[in-house]
């Protein structure tokens, strides 16, 4: 099942994150599957910024990863983590 969706400002792409760990980005003129992402914690929510980046909260997690809507990242630009 899908836990969070974020569409991107100009409407064009799209993103999914599920109970299977999963981060799904989708190309909303297509529908198709552009990248795929792991996280260790299924995500919670989801956001995109202005500046396309793209928000993951996972547990007491936040990554950003850089560009990910547009081009297939290799891991996240920023993490931090609370206990």
């Known amino acids: ?3 969070s969706v974020a569409v991107e400002r100009e409407g064009r792409q799209m993103a999914t994150a599920g109970l ?3 981060i799904n980005v ?3 003129r297509t529908y198709k ?3 795929t992402y792991w996280t260790a914690v299924p995500a ?3 956001d995109v910024s202005q500046r396309g ?3 993951v909260g ?6 950003v990863w850089k560009d990910a809507m547009a081009v297939k990242a290799q891991g996240p630009y920023m993490s931090h983590h609370t206990h």
Do not use: M
């Open 1 to 3: 099942p899908v836990q």
């Open 20 to 22: 299977d760990g999963q």
């Open 26 to 28: 989708w190309d909303l």
């Open 33 to 35: 599957k552009l990248h």
């Open 44 to 46: 919670c929510s989801l």
């Open 53 to 55: 980046l793209l928000g």
């Open 58 to 63: 996972f547990g007491t997690h936040v990554e």
